[in-house]
């Protein structure tokens, strides 16, 4: 599946990067890390903790907590609510997010 950015007719200043479960994801400056994730075709932000059942972006406002990942460390942080921001760590939540 190709991303679904709109290139064309937009001035989104530098693109940088940032990492998601060690891949590299572009990002420009504004966007969350939700709608960089979007753009680069990744759906899934967390993993359920009782039967380990895929979720994702569901309000994209902030409301749901159904897109909290591990940001830099720090668990249940809603991907919708942040700025993405250049050498960022993100990684898919499993459960609570205790660290392994
Ligand atoms: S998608 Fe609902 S809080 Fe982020």
Known sequence: ??????????DRGTAFQ?????ESVTAYPGESIAAALMAAGKRQTRVTARR?????L???MGVCWECIMIVNGKPAVRACMTPAEPGMKVETQHGVGDPA
């Open 58 to 60: 569901y309000c994209g």
């Open 18 to 22: 940032f990492t998601c479960d060690g």
């Open 1 to 10: 599946m190709t991303g679904f950015r709109i290139t064309d007719g937009i």
């Open 52 to 56: 380990q059942m895929p979720r994702g």
